[in-house]
């Protein structure tokens, strides 16, 4: 497991592991947080290579799966850098750290017909599931989003945007939910 010590918006590496590509569902960060992060704070990993961002949200205990998308083979010989930030309820970023480099992605011993695996949870899905357990169903129809007890609505949000929400990257949709 990869360790990692941050001090407010500072981070830093304490334990590695090698990054084959490849790889799913190996490799798992800890991050031990300083008193400066809050427990109101709602904690989110994002970890990059090359052109792929992907954000997951901290468990309890404060460690993350690193999403297997980062580790295909296409990113063997890139960097992997790891980051975390803490959020406000309403999904403001009030605390961010800078990058720390995870390592390089080596290239794994893997088939080349290897069959497509689904991919993680995107943040919008993430949202989605969260706010449909407070309801009976949450629906999106014609740029409004409702949610549901039985017949009566609990509540609902126009979201105007020109992203295809079915393919947006996780930074668009958390854009659209942080109102920018």
Known sequence: MFVVDVRKSAISLRE????ASGSVAVYKVKFNLDEAWKPEYKLF???KTSNYTA???LNEKHIAEIPWELTVNRYKGNALYAGVNGRLEDGTIVLPTIWVSLGTIQE???LSDTVPRPPHKS????VLDNLSSKGDNLTYVDDTLTLCSGETELSSVTIKSSIDLEYATDEE???LLDGE
């Open 16 to 19: 590695k592991e090698i990054i």
């Open 45 to 47: 990993a994002v970890f």
């Open 55 to 57: 954000t997951v949200p």
């Open 108 to 110: 794994g011993a893997e």
């Open 123 to 126: 943040v919008y899905d993430e």
């Open 173 to 175: 949709v958390l854009s």
